[in-house]
C-alpha cells in the first residue's frame, strides 16, 4: 500500500511494495550490520561495520525488549527517495548533528536491508520524471551501491510498470503494452535479468527479489490468475538464473495486501501453489491504521508459515511521529481520528508502534519487517510552492509529466510527499530517536529518559483468531442450490429480462452441480440474489458465499451483503476468470431482533458473466 494521496481527495493508495523475504541467513556473514549481534558485524564485500549493545542502553524513548528476536531478523528500510530527496536540495544528519549518508546513519541505527522499489520506465517522450523517486535501474543501482557499502543487503521491488503499482491500478510498461502474453512474458524475462545483471556487476549486494508490487488483482495489465501466474514465473526464471550464474543465494518473493480479508488472501497464495510458481516468500503489507488488528497479522502470518511453507516478512508498515505537514501537499495519515489507541503522533507513539509490530510479527513467525520509505522528507516549506521542485527532480509522489501514464489518480492529484510525516527523521533531516528502535530490539532502553511514554495495553495471548467452522451448522436455506425448491431465494432485477438462472453443470459450481449464474449479451445487468432470517437467536454470525466469472469491465461492482437491525455489512470481491473462486466473507455480524437478511448484488456489463454458490451462514457466539 504505502503512499496514498489525500484520502479528503480519494486518493492514492499506491504501494511502495514490500520486499521482503528471509535471506536464508542475514545475520553476521550474509546481512551487514545485524541488528543485535554484539561488538559489530560486517558484510561480504563491506569493510563498514557498527558496534551495537550488548544490553538495555538510556534513550529518549523507551522500546521493550524483545529477548527472543533473532539476529537473522529482517529489519528493513525502503529508502527509494533518497537520491531525488538529495537532488531537490534535502540534507541528511546524523545523531551528531553532523551531514552524513543516510544509509550510512540507517546502519549505525541497527537497520540490516534496504528496500528500493525499480520502475521500468518512469519518464515521459521528453524525458520527464514521473516523480516518486523516478525510481529506475541506474537509481536503484546508485543507491543499492551506497547501502552495500555500509554492510546493508539490498531488496529489488520490481513493479513491472513505468509507475506505482497496487491493488487499484497494474498499468504494464509503455514497452509492453499491445504485448500478447507471450511476448509480455518473454520481455519481463529479460528485464528482470539484464536488470539484476548491471545491479550485481555494478556492486549492488543484491539478497532478494520482489516479483511484482502488491498484485492482489493483478500485474503489467494482465488480471487473469493464469496470465499472472505466467509473469511471475518468466520473472522467478529470471532471479534463479542469476542466483545460479553469480552463485548467491537471491529469494523471491511474492508481494500481496490487504490482510483484512484472508480468505481471499489463502484463494491467492493457493493459486500459486496450484500453479507451480517458484518462490520463497510471501510478503504483506500492513499498515495498523488502515489494515486491522495485530492479531488478525499474526493469525495470516502463522497460517501460512503452516499451511503453504513459505517465510513471510511483514513487508510494508509505518507510523506517523507528528500530525503536521511538512510540505503543504497534505498527508496520508492525517490527524487523530486516523491514530491508533494508545500510539500518539509523537516520537515515542512511532517507536512503540514499530516495535509492537516487529514483536508480533517475530512472535507469529515473520522473518522480518520493512518500514516503508522512513527517509522520504519534505521539499521545501509547508507555507512554501513547492511544486517547480517537485516536477523537476520527482520528489513528490507524482508529477504531471505521469498524467498521461496514470490520468485516474496521478493525471488528478499530483504534488508533494504524503509520507512526510511518518518519516525517521524530522523535516529538517535530523534523525529521531526512534530510529534507534531497531538496534534496541533485543535489550531495549531504559524507562528513565522516555520522555512521553505510556504503555500500551496489549493482548498478548496466543488465542487463534480463526474459527473453526466445521463443527457448526449452516443456517442458510438450500445454500448451494441443490435443491429443486428455490422459493427462499428473492431474485431481483433492472430492466425487463432478467439475466439469471439456476444453473446445473458441475463445472460452473463451486460444490455439487448446481450453481446461481448470470449473463447477458445485449444489456447491462442488475441484479441481486437474498436470502431473509427472521427468528435467528441474538448473538455474533458470519457469513460467507463462492462466486467466479469473467469478461467484467472497470466499473462493475461485485459485493456481499448483510441487513440488520437497519444496518448493512458488505464485502466487495472482483471476478477474474473463469473457475477463480471469490470468496468474500463478513466475519462479524452482531443479530439482536432475531432479523436477517444475506445476499449478493451484481451491477456488470453486457457479456461478462458468471456463478454465486454455497452461501453459509454460521452463529460463532452468542
Keep these: 500500500m504505502a503512499t496514498g494521496h489525500l484520502k479528503k481527495i480519494g486518493a492514492l493508495c499506491i504501494s511502495a511494495g514490500l520486499c521482503a523475504a528471509l535471506l536464508g541467513g542475514c545475520g553476521t556473514n550474509n546481512t551487514g550490520a545485524s541488528a543485535d549481534s554484539a561488538g559489530g558485524t560486517e558484510s561480504a564485500g563491506s569493510t563498514f561495520s557498527v558496534t551495537l549493545p550488548e544490553g538495555p542502553e538510556d534513550s529518549d524513548v523507551y522500546v521493550e525488549a524483545i529477548p527472543d528476536i533473532s539476529d537473522d531478523f529482517i529489519r528493513g528500510m525502503d529508502a527509494s527517495s533518497v537520491l531525488v530527496e538529495e537532488n531537490s536540495g534535502v540534507t541528511y544528519y546524523n545523531f551528531d548533528g553532523e551531514e552524513q549518508d543516510v544509509f550510512q546513519t540507517l546502519a549505525e541505527s541497527g537497520v540490516n536491508y534496504i528496500r528500493l522499489r525499480v520502475w521500468n520506465d518512469p519518464y515521459d517522450e521528453d524525458g520527464n520524471g514521473y516523480g516518486g523517486g523516478n525510481n529506475d535501474v541506474p537509481t536503484a543501482i546508485e543507491l543499492g551501491g551506497r547501502a552495500s557499502k555500509y554492510g ?143 492479531k488478525n497479522m499474526k493469525s495470516v502470518v502463522k497460517k501460512i508459515i503452516k499451511d503453504y511453507g513459505k517465510n513471510v516478512v511483514i513487508a510494508e508498515t509505518s507510523y506517523c511521529y507528528t500530525s503536521e505537514d511538512g510540505d503543504g501537499s497534505g498527508n496520508s495519515l492525517v490527524g487523530i481520528n486516523d491514530l491508533v489507541d494508545g500510539y500518539p503522533a509523537s516520537v515515542q507513539g512511532q517507536t512503540s508502534m514499530i516495535r509492537d509490530v516487529i514483536a508480533a510479527a517475530n512472535e507469529a513467525g515473520a522473518s522480518g519487517v520493512f518500514y516503508w520509505e522512513g527517509t522520504w522528507l519534505p521539499v521545501g516549506k509547508a507555507t512554501d510552492d513547492n511544486s517547480a521542485i517537485w516536477e523537476k527532480y520527482g520528489s513528490g509522489w507524482a508529477s504531471s509529466y505521469a498524467s498521461d501514464y496514470d490520468p485516474e489518480d496521478a493525471g488528478l492529484y499530483y504534488g508533494g510527499c504524503s509520507w512526510d510525516n511518518q518519516a525517521f527523521f524530522d523535516f529538517d533531516g535530523y534523525p529521531l530517536a526512534s530510529l534507534n528502535l531497531f538496534k534496541y530490539l533485543k535489550y531495549g532502553t531504559t524507562l528513565s529518559s522516555a520522555v512521553d511514554y505510556v504503555p500500551v495495553e496489549r493482548d498478548d495471548s496466543d488465542e487463534e483468531d480463526e474459527i473453526d467452522l466445521s463443527e457448526l451448522t449452516n443456517l442458510v436455506l438450500n445454500p448451494g442450490f441443490e435443491d429443486a425448491d428455490t422459493s427462499m431465494w428473492k431474485v431481483t432485477y433492472e430492466g425487463d429480462t432478467d439475466p439469471t438462472d439456476f444453473f446445473e453443470k458441475p463445472e460452473d459450481a463451486y460444490s455439487g452441480n448446481l450453481s446461481f449464474h448470470f449473463f447477458s449479451a445485449d444489456s447491462d445487468m442488475e441484479f441481486a440474489i437474498e436470502q431473509e432470517f427472521t427468528d435467528l437467536e441474538p448473538g455474533t454470525y458470519y457469513l460467507t458465499a463462492y462466486s467466479q466469472g469473467g469478461d467484467a469491465d472497470a466499473n462493475a461492482t461485485f459485493e456481499l451483503y448483510a441487513v440488520t437491525n437497519g444496518e448493512e455489512q458488505t464485502d466487495p470481491f472482483q471476478l477474474t476468470t473463469y473457475t477463480d473462486w471469490k470468496n468474500p466473507t463478513i466475519p462479524k455480524i452482531e443479530v439482536t431482533d432475531g432479523t436477517l437478511t444475506i445476499g449478493v448484488r451484481i451491477k456488470t456489463n453486457a457479456t461478462s458473466w458468471g456463478t454465486v454458490d454455497d452461501f453459509a451462514l454460521y452463529k460463532i457466539s452468542d
Design 152 to 294: 546493508m543487503k539490498v531488496c529489488i521491488d520490481f513493479h513491472y510498470s513505468d509507475f506505482w503499482a497496487d491493488p487499484k491500478r497494474q498499468h504494464a510498461p509503455k514497452a509492453w503494452e499491445g504485448m500478447s502474453l507471450e511476448e509480455k512474458t518473454d520481455a519481463l524475462y529479460e528485464y528482470t535479468k539484464s536488470s539484476l545483471t548491471e545491479m550485481l556487476e555494478a556492486g549492488v549486494d543484491v539478497g532478494m527479489v520482489q516479483i511484482g508490487n502488491e498484485i492482489n488483482y493483478g500485474m503489467s495489465g494482465e488480471t487473469d490468475t493464469a496470465n499472472v501466474i505466467e509473469l511471475l514465473k518468466s520473472g522467478s526464471r529470471a532471479v534463479r538464473e542469476i542466483s545460479e550464474a553469480y552463485d548467491r543465494d537471491i529469494q523471491i518473493v511474492v508481494h500481496y495486501t490487504r490482510i483484512t480479508e484472508p480468505p481471499k488472501l489463502y484463494s491467492l497464495v493457493e493459486n500459486l501453489a496450484a500453479g507451480e510458481l517458484d518462490y520463497d516468500t510471501i510478503g504483506l503489507s500492513y499498515y495498523p491504521f488502515w489494515d486491522g488488528d495485530m
